[in-house]
């Protein structure tokens, strides 16, 4: 079945440091991916979408390529900011709903 | 912005207890989502709904209840809370007309039963 695997955190980082979150793919056929963050205390929020091969999302500096090659859709941004401490969710369409990644907690310090 | 939203954000209660999670949007959405979020954030999910009067179970058992009367309103009900249905609960919505299944989230209850 369709399956999302992305980097186990806490992922540690300062402020201004380049961010890559990793997250890989299992799927029958080419399924829509997403990124979700949730901040403390909050429900989760769409951060960028793919919807098909070689789709770029892009939303508030951050990034991910949909790459059928790799099954892979990374998150990256440039440079991270204390308000970007959150979790993160990689997730894909699988028909009746979304199946998430485990979420990887970021940290970034000043 | 998502209009979707959850009562109450919290909740404490004692072992033995019915209560109901509220559930609300007003996107017109016909496909609702609960899920339930561990400590170690990871999301199950455990109930779904295509639409009026369809609930389905998810792939997380679950010894909650949902119900879908009108298809603003999905609520999910604990007939006897128990301590290990302590967890943040998450609704979510989409329309579904698109085909990606892009889900919009509520705030979350967070469920504390003693």
């Known amino acids: 079945g369709n399956s999302v695997t992305q980097m186990e955190g806490p992922v540690t980082l300062s402020e201004e440091a380049f961010l890559t979150i990793n997250c890989t793919y299992t799927?029958?056929?080419?399924?829509?991916l997403f990124w979700y963050v949730q901040y403390p205390g909050e429900g989760l929020q769409l951060l960028l979408k793919a919807t098909k091969a070689d789709d770029k999302g892009s939303n508030k500096g951050f990034e991910a390529t949909y790459r059928k090659e790799t099954t892979s859709f990374h998150l990256e941004k440039g440079s991270v900011q204390v308000s970007d401490s959150a979790v993160y969710f990689c997730a894909l369409n699988s028909g009746y709903a979304l199946n998430f990644g485990k979420g990887t907690s970021l940290l970034v310090t000043p | 912005e998502a209009d979707i939203y959850q009562t109450p954000r919290y909740l404490v209660i004692g072992t033995g207890k019915k209560i109901t999670l509220e559930c609300s949007q007003t996107?017109?959405?016909?496909?609702m989502y609960w899920y339930q979020q561990d400590p170690g954030m990871e999301l199950h999910l455990i109930h779904y709904?295509?639409?009026?009067?369809?609930?389905e179970k998810g792939d997380l058992s679950s010894e909650s209840t949902v119900s879908r009367i009108r298809t603003e309103h999905f609520p999910l009900t604990l007939e006897s809370a128990r301590p290990s249905h302590t967890s943040q609960y998450l609704c979510?919505?989409?329309?579904?007309?698109?085909?990606?299944?892009?889900?919009?989230f509520g705030p979350g209850t967070r469920l504390t039963v003693l």
């Open positions: 979510a919505s989409t329309d579904g007309t698109s085909g990606y299944n892009e889900q919009f």
């Open positions: 799927a029958t056929g080419y399924p829509s």
């Open positions: 996107m017109g959405h016909d496909k």
């Open positions: 709904s295509y639409g009026v009067n369809s609930t």
